[in-house]
């Protein structure tokens, strides 16, 4: 199975400022056929499902804030949240989908320092 | 808007059987792969299992496969998920999630609610 490393485990950032989450996959999740990378990412809030936030590594999903953007190719991928507001704190996770075994990032957590 | 109503979780002894169903409305879901996504108490996301529209083709994650079986009803546009030999490391939040497309591998989304399964003795 691929393996999804994030990093930080958690973070703590000021309101208004840039909170930046990494995922590492254990092998390339971009399909040369297509050029695409097959990683998504998610928001999880407490007592919540997780929600899509961006899918191909950098697409947003409908009526997703833009202030959430998603980079990276290959192995190495970014979440950035450019101006953190009191309602992103949550969970936020990467998710592989180039294998039918798709499989999570153990999750970072963003709270309000 | 797409509704996923999951039921049928409960407390269950180790060994014993449960069945999860997950009701779905508001998209035409005979055209969409559908999957189980699990989470533990305090704990991250795992994917558990996968079907495609038509039923054709399931995948399983190895933690559960010859134990766990997924299936769906298009005609009443429900998922399914058998799930027997129940262990505690079972013990979860079990949330449905539509796919994006017809085939995995996927990327989920919409999810529902979730059913939490509990299995001590």
């Known amino acids: 199975d691929i393996v999804m490393t994030q990093s930080p485990d958690s973070l703590a950032v000021s309101l208004g400022e840039r909170a930046t989450i990494n995922c590492k996959s254990s092998?390339?999740?971009?399909?040369?056929?297509?050029?695409?990378?097959?990683l998504a990412w998610y928001q999880q809030k407490a007592g919540q499902p997780p929600k899509l936030l961006i899918y191909?590594?950098?697409t947003r999903e409908s009526g997703v804030p833009d202030r959430f953007s998603g980079s990276g190719s290959g192995t190495d991928f970014t979440l950035t949240i450019s101006s953190l507001q009191a309602e992103d704190v949550a969970v936020y996770y990467c998710?592989?989908?180039?294998?039918?075994?798709?499989?999570f990032g153990g999750g970072t957590k963003v709270e309000i320092k | 808007e797409v509704q996923l109503v999951e039921s049928g979780g409960g407390l269950v002894q180790p060994g014993g059987s449960l069945r999860l169903s997950c009701a779905a409305s508001?998209?035409?879901?005979?055209?969409?792969?559908m999957s189980w996504v699990r989470q533990a108490p305090g704990k991250g996301l795992e994917w558990v299992s996968a079907?495609?529209?038509?039923?054709?083709?399931?995948d399983y994650a190895d933690s559960v496969k010859g134990r766990f079986t997924i299936s769906r009803d298009n005609s009443k546009n429900t998922l399914f998920l058998q799930m027997n030999s129940l262990r505690a490391d079972d013990t979860a939040k079990y949330y449905c999630?539509?796919?994006?497309?017809?085939?995995?591998?996927?990327?989920?989304?919409?999810w529902g609610q979730g059913t939490l399964v509990t299995v001590s003795s």
């Open positions: 092998q390339s999740v971009l399909h040369s056929s297509n050029n695409r990378n097959y």
């Open positions: 191909w590594a950098s």
């Open positions: 998710q592989q989908y180039y294998s039918t075994a798709v499989t």
């Open positions: 079907i495609s529209h038509s039923g054709g083709t399931t």
């Open positions: 508001g998209f035409t879901f005979s055209s969409n792969a």
């Open positions: 999630a539509k796919g994006f497309r017809a085939a995995a591998p996927l990327y989920f989304d919409s």
